[in-house]
């Protein structure tokens, strides 16, 4: 009697272990299928697209941690917070943001997320993904995103042009100037100086030096302040002026005898371009 109590009890716990597998399971199907990231440039937003394969009969909640997302320029690491889920359909695209500390309600079959990478320096960034669910690691991957360094733009060029006003007092010559790309690429940190010599005496009698940026098939103006000349220079027929010009920072000062050449160049990645004016002309009455 002991020894069939003893073997129905057995049958009933194995029973009822089978049940608790079979409604449970081991443990979540779900694997990474796929991951991929289009080719993205220094400080540009990207997306790592990952494919979460459910193989079970049910829906089930998973949670997703992915390390290295973003990286500034000191190599600090920071993981994304948002998770972008697009769910298709045969009329219409429907994209949901939700929160990394959110669980992901995966369907039966492929499920496809999204999360932001974007990275501030050129180089090779592995991506770190992991799928967890009732508290054990069910899959993890690496994806190495690769950042390529910005194209050096090759076609810049310098154009520097200039407004001339009479006065009783003197002439002033009001010089803008354009910092030219017609092509490809882009640069952040094009040095560009400012020379003025005196053509008489063959003394520089001013310089200065600002940092300037460039985009793709873009015209940038060289000024310190909006709206206003690059620089001036006053001709005087007898005293200065007086006139500051403000906010204009380069201004040049000269008499009736004076003339000056005015030259501008900038420079990146060992290359320059430079531009000149000679001013007065000659050609004006003065």
Known sequence: MRKDTIVYVSIAFFMLSFGIVWYYGTGHDVHIADMSASPIGVQESGQLDIVLQNNGP????????????????????????????????????????????????????????????????????????????????????????EV?????????????????????????????????????GSADNISTSLTVVNEETGKQVFTSSHIYGVEEYDKTPLWTWPDYPYAVVEIAHGEPSGESYMPVQNVIIGGKEDRFRVNVTSTWQNRSVSSELLLPTGEEER
């Not at 290295?68 to 429907?94: E, F, P, R, W």
């Not at 910005?150 to 001339?164: F, V």
């Open 58 to 145: 049910r829906p089930v909640d998973v949670w997703l941690e992915v390390e290295n997302t973003y990286v500034d320029s000191n190599g600090v690491a920071y993981s994304s917070s948002q998770l972008i889920i697009s769910n298709k359909s045969d009329k219409m695209q429907h994209v949901e943001y939700l929160s990394l500390e959110k669980p992901i309600r995966l369907l039966p079959g492929n499920n496809s997320v999204s999360v932001w990478i974007g990275y501030v320096l050129p180089g090779k960034y592995p991506v770190k993904v992991k799928v967890v669910g009732n508290g054990r690691t069910l899959d993890e991957g690496t994806y190495l995103v």
């Open 148 to 184: 390529s360094p910005p194209e050096t733009p090759e076609n810049l060029s310098l154009k520097l042009e200039y407004e001339m006003e009479s006065t009783n007092t003197s002439d002033i010559y009001r010089i803008y100037g354009y910092l030219i790309n017609r092509g490809s």
